[in-house]
């Protein structure tokens, strides 16, 4: 008899206010949700904070929330950020040495796997990344 194991798939997902007040909320929730998943915080909570930021920075309308999405299949966490700025693309260079911003996503690309931005429904975008925890 071959016996097949089904992989979890495990998701969470919250709308909130693209403010420093909703970026700082979407961590502690992402935080909360991760550490009941049993998942590392380390470095996950890092690209959640730099996500939620741009969100809320770069990715604000008036009256338009931004969407948090967790998902774990297997040993690979996503994390997905959609905004309704669809129109401001993030910067994927190191900004000039006396910026003082540009490099969140330089943040995440180190310790995810991989990272990306994918177009939605106008006027929607999703940035995206990805990381795998030895050991879930």
């Known amino acids: 008899m071959n016996q097949q194991t089904a992989t979890p798939i495990r998701s969470f997902s919250v709308l909130l206010s693209p403010t420093p007040r909703g970026a700082r909320l979407v961590r502690l929730l ?11 915080l380390d470095p996950t909570a890092l690209i959640v904070a730099e996500l939620a930021n741009n969100a809320a920075t770069h990715g604000r309308v008036s009256g338009r929330n931004f969407q948090l999405l967790l998902y774990v299949v297997g040993a690979t966490l996503r994390i997905e950020v959609t905004d309704t700025r669809g129109d401001s693309l993030p910067h994927t260079q190191l900004p000039a040495a006396d910026a003082e911003s540009g490099r969140g996503l330089v943040l995440i690309d180190a310790p995810a796997d ?21 050991g879930m």
Do not use: D, F
């Open 30 to 40: 992402a935080t909360e949700q991760l550490r009941a998943w049993g998942l590392p």
């Open 114 to 134: 991989k990272w990306g931005v994918t177009s939605g429904l106008p006027p929607r975008k999703t940035v995206w990344a990805e990381y795998t925890a030895h």
